[in-house]
């Protein structure tokens, strides 16, 4: 289970942006986060990824209450969340090869004997052909570059997938292409998404259940 338990977050502790938000979701579960622009669905997406502290309120993580945040969470906790951000180029290092950005996280982890059957597997996946994967973000689109960051979120096998507004900047067919691959995954490995979007339809199409901010969140 990936338990948010009245978490208060933001970026002022005078002001937070999030209040008092609680959400659970089961392994294999699949939950939209809807919401208008800037209420706060990126920050609470932040905070399940284990990348944003909080002023107040739990995290807890398959029963383990969570501690440390970016790199002070332990390992374990940190591999076991993957995250796919609504820009791809602000979260790619332009400097890396699609191939070495796919890696990056088995590398990170001692594990890049692996990186080169486990590219080939989700490039074919997420649909990236062997010759872009040379080619460095600069070289590449939107959405092929947005297909390697979500390969590079399910290389180390994550129990808990975060999407926050993943489609947003990319046309239907990509989009489409994007949530398929989620959803095999989701559905081979058994784990559990959040996905936060400001759009009802996709989220209808794409969750069992979607939490809709306004439900969620105490006036303030
Ligand atoms: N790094 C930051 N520093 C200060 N304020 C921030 C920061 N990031 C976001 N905010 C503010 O926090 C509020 C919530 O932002 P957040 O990105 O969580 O909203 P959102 O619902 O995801 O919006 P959108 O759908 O437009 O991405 C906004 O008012 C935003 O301006």
């Known amino acids: 289970m990936l338990e948010l338990d009245a978490i208060t977050a933001g970026y002022d502790r005078l002001a937070p942006v999030v209040r008092d938000f609680s959400l659970r979701l089961a392994p294999g579960e699949a939950v939209g986060l809807l919401g208008p ?9 932040r905070v399940a990824a284990l990348l944003h502290r909080p002023y107040a309120g739990r995290v807890v993580l398959d029963g ?14 940190r591999t076991a969340v993957g995250v796919v951000f609504q820009q ?25 004997g692996e990186a080169d059957a486990r590219v080939g597997e989700l490039s074919d996946a997420v649909g990236l052909t062997r010759d872009l994967l040379a080619r460095r973000p600069h070289e ?11 390969a590079r979120a399910l290389v180390l ?15 239907a067919s990509t989009t489409a292409a994007l949530v398929a691959v989620v959803e095999e995954y989701r559905r081979g490995e058994g784990a559990g998404l959040l996905a936060v979007s400001h759009d009802p339809v ?19």
């Not at 590449?140 to 979500?150: K, P």
């Open 37 to 45: 622009s800037g209420c706060g669905k990126s920050t609470v997406a």
């Open 64 to 77: 383990e209450p969570v501690r440390g945040w970016r790199y002070s969470a332990p390992r374990a906790q």
């Open 88 to 112: 791809p180029r602000m979260s790619a290092d332009p400097r890396l090869t699609l191939h070495a950005l796919i890696a990056e996280p088995l590398r990170a982890n001692g594990r890049g």
């Open 140 to 150: 590449v689109s939107d959405g092929q570059l947005q297909r390697a960051c979500l």
């Open 157 to 171: 096998r994550p129990r808990w997938l975060v999407c926050d507004e993943m489609t947003a900047m990319l046309d």
């Open 202 to 220: 996709l989220l209808s199409r794409w969750c069992a259940r979607t939490v809709v901010w306004a439900d969620t969140v105490p006036a303030v």
